[in-house]
């Protein structure tokens, strides 16, 4: 089983940069896939980035892929979102998530996190 608790998120402005955690815990995730996802009111869970744990290529959504960068730390047990000019429409709940298959953009992930609200003002 798998534990995952992201953190970091919050009100900021538009412009602003914001950078989320997610803390994973339960298993060896070294080959596991990892990857960020939100979902604003009424709308469907979209995907945001996606890589495997460790120094590797990462995949986009083509919405986000010029101001968002997803990454780990050097234990793969934290993995990143670090998120600059923010927009009003990136009001959302974003959620980590951990697969076993990779990306997380073609294949459902196995565990999500509760995820955390992020909020941009114009």
């Known amino acids: 089983q798998v534990q995952l608790v992201e953190s970091g998120g919050g009100l900021v402005q538009a412009e602003d940069s914001l950078r989320l955690s997610c803390h994973a815990s339960g298993r060896d995730l070294s080959y596991f896939a990892v990857g960020w996802f939100r979902q604003a009111p009424g709308m469907a869970r979209e995907f945001l980035a996606s890589m495997r744990w460790g120094p590797t290529a990462a995949v986009y959504a083509d919405s986000v892929k010029d101001r968002f960068t997803i990454s780990s730390n050097d234990d793969n047990n934290v993995v990143y979102l670090q998120m600059n000019s923010l927009k009003p429409e990136d009001t959302a709940v974003y959620f980590c998530?951990?697969?076993?298959?990779?990306?997380?953009?073609?294949?459902?992930?196995?565990?999500w996190g509760p995820g955390t609200q992020v909020t941009v003002s114009s």
């Open positions: 998530a951990v697969g076993q298959a990779y990306p997380l953009s073609r294949y459902a992930p196995d565990w």
